[in-house]
């Protein structure tokens, strides 16, 4: 996609007139997998908070949202950000704009200069605007992606994004002796022991909303690999998912060059059972780290 002509706008603080459109714009950037974001998740951003990645949300100082408006006053684009309430480091939290990339720079430009810091990190950590969409979907987003490189951005590919949907799922095993219980935050965990009951596996999963589930972990102990019970404890989270009215799923492999651990075996689990890759998601940073 080649830029569009340079973006006539002016810069402006949110204001709630703007909800209608600014959902909207939001709504455009939706991933499939992701839940349609309403009027409460987008008053959660706006406030900064988040129940996923909510340490680093409460890191931030006051977060400021400013909305990019054409010659009618139409809000046409979004961009929020915040420093760090302790460290000179700032962050461009979340930004939509249709992916038009003379908008996209105006914004990502503006942010940083209101933000003032040598050091700026953009799409950091997930907002309240998605389900766990940590950095920002490159593929999908290319317009921002590249407003972002001529800020003086780096970019680096952090995860990959991948989905289900469970109608086209292959039958699986379940762990014997699985066991499931509800945790604090919500979500729920799965655990498999072996005849001595000790732990062998655990999945944990979030439960569905508007019809899609999260498995956001799994781990198999050292002892136990090697016997198809990662299958396995796939298997039982999407069993559960299904019986808590799950029609799809997600999750995020943590695959790129900064991965700890190789999760070659972890993707060719996933793309077994017939999750497919959506997108990759990549961070940004301009300036020294932190």
């Not at 974001?37 to 988040?50: C, K, Q, T």
């Not at 129940?51 to 684009?77: C, F, K, M, N, Q």
């Not at 309240?128 to 590919?157: I, N, S």
């Not at 695959?255 to 993707?267: I, Y």
Request: overall charge negative; charged content about 25%; proline content about 4%.
């Amino acid at each position: 996609m080649s830029a569009s002509p340079k973006a006539v706008v002016t810069m402006r603080p949110y204001e709630s007139a703007d909800e209608g459109m600014v959902l909207e714009i939001v709504n455009e950037d939706r991933l499939p997998g992701q839940p349609r974001v309403s009027a409460g998740m987008l008053a959660e951003a706006l406030a900064g908070r988040s129940e996923i990645d909510a340490g680093w949300w409460a890191l931030l100082a006051p977060v400021r949202t400013d909305v990019a408006v054409d010659g009618s006053g139409r809000a046409v684009g979004v961009v929020s950000y915040a420093v760090h309430a302790a460290e000179p480091v700032g962050f461009l939290l979340w930004l939509h704009c249709r992916e038009d990339e003379s908008l996209a720079t105006a914004l990502v430009d503006h942010a940083c200069v209101e933000l003032g810091t040598e050091s700026v990190r953009a799409f950091d950590f997930a907002s309240a605007l998605t389900r766990g969409l940590e950095a920002l979907p490159v593929r999908r987003r290319q317009a921002t992606h590249r407003a972002l490189e001529k800020a003086g951005f780096t970019g680096e590919d952090l995860w990959r994004y991948m989905r289900m949907p469970l109608e086209s799922r292959e039958l699986l095993p379940r762990g014997t002796g699985a066991r499931a219980r509800q945790c604090e935050d919500g979500n729920f965990e799965v655990r498999v022991r072996d005849r001595w009951g000790r732990k062998t596996g655990e999945v944990v999963v979030g439960l569905p909303v508007a019809g899609t589930g999260v498995l956001w972990w799994i781990s198999v102990e050292e002892r136990a690999r090697g016997r198809g019970l990662g299958r396995a404890l796939v298997g039982s989270a999407l069993d559960l998912l299904l019986e808590q009215g799950a029609r799809e799923v997600i999750l995020y492999v943590d695959d790129g060059p900064r991965a700890e651990d190789d999760r070659s075996a972890a993707n060719a689990l996933y793309e077994s059972v017939g999750f497919v890759e959506v997108d990759r998601l990549w961070f940004y940073t301009r300036g020294p780290r932190p």
